[in-house]
């Protein structure tokens, strides 16, 4: 399993697939473009979400 502490996106069009429900973030994500959860499965991301940008699922 491989947890990331933090993720910063600096700006793009960025996605993020978990592939267990146990892989994640252990902190938050800085999002200055546009993250995509692009999950197949429901599973709920605990931390923050911040910065200028935008998040979808």
Not at 39 to 45: I, P
Request: net charge positive; proline share 0%; aromatic share 8%.
């Amino acid at each position: 399993m491989t947890r990331a502490k933090s993720i910063i996106l600096t700006g793009g069009t960025n996605f993020i697939t978990f592939g267990t429900a146990s892989a994640g973030v252990l902190g938050g994500i800085s999002v200055a473009g546009t993250l995509t959860f692009n999950q197949s499965t429901d599973t709920t991301f605990g931390e923050v979400v911040s910065g200028s940008g935008r998040s979808t699922k």
